[in-house]
């Protein structure tokens, strides 16, 4: 088992056939999660071709992930929480200062994906938008969204199968809003 410390990621290479299991052990705590192709880094998890492709904004089993090249990349095999995010960006310091009105230092998934994917020569700006696993995006409507805290229970999990050679880039969410107000740790295995 690998843990993954509040506020805090991790990075790491997934085989083609391999398994992730990412388990939120405490409930209520969100993980960010990005993909890149192994071989070619260009290609990238794709928030639109997912939604676009899975016609659905709600992301669960029996969906895959798709790249910006339209090629699938994950399939999402057991989701035991059935609710997760694909609309939103990863926290960043900025989301602390627009939203938060806090402009001291603030630990964001975006400075953890980046900082635990530098090793991979994925830079920030590389980054795209996350696949937030058990974050609970609300939609009025009207179209105006809210986030609330996060259904799962402890011990929830996904099980994702990869499709081809992957870098994975994971965190524990580091926003407030997110995580009904606190943080915890986020854990995963790597199944053969």
């Not at 659905?56 to 029996?62: A, E, M, P, Q």
């Not at 339209?70 to 059935?82: A, R």
């Not at 400075?111 to 530098?118: C, H, I, K, Q, R």
């Given at each position: 088992m690998n843990v993954i410390e509040k506020q805090s990621g991790a990075a790491f290479k997934l085989k083609k056939g391999q398994k992730l299991k990412v388990i939120d052990p405490q409930g209520e705590q969100v993980s960010d999660m990005v993909l890149f192709n192994a071989e070619d880094t260009r290609e990238k998890i794709s928030s639109g071709k997912t939604l676009d492709f899975?016609?659905?904004?709600?992301?669960?089993?029996?969906?895959?992930?798709?790249?910006?090249?339209?090629?699938?990349?994950?399939?999402?095999?057991?989701?035991?929480?059935?609710?997760?995010?694909f609309l939103l960006a990863p926290c960043s310091p900025e989301t602390f200062k627009i939203m938060y009105g806090n402009s001291d230092y603030h630990p964001s998934c975006?400075?953890?994906?980046?900082?635990?994917?530098?090793?991979?020569?994925?830079?920030?700006?590389?980054?795209?938008?996350?696949?937030?696993?058990?974050?609970?995006?609300?939609?009025?409507?009207?179209?105006?969204?809210?986030?609330?805290?996060?259904?799962?229970?402890?011990?929830d999990h996904v099980i994702f199968e990869a499709k081809m050679d992957l870098i994975v880039g994971l965190t524990a969410c580091s926003a407030e809003d997110s995580n009904g107000g606190s943080f915890k740790p986020i854990h995963y295995e790597i199944l053969d």
């Open positions: 899975e016609e659905n904004i709600l992301i669960t089993r029996g969906d895959h992930l798709w790249s910006n090249r339209s090629n699938k990349m994950m399939e999402i095999l057991e989701d035991t929480n059935g609710r997760n995010d975006f400075e953890n994906l980046y900082t635990n994917l530098a090793k991979f020569d994925i830079e920030p700006d590389d980054i795209p938008t996350a696949f937030n696993i058990f974050m609970n995006v609300k939609f009025q409507p009207d179209g105006k969204l809210s986030v609330d805290p996060p259904m799962s229970k402890a011990g």
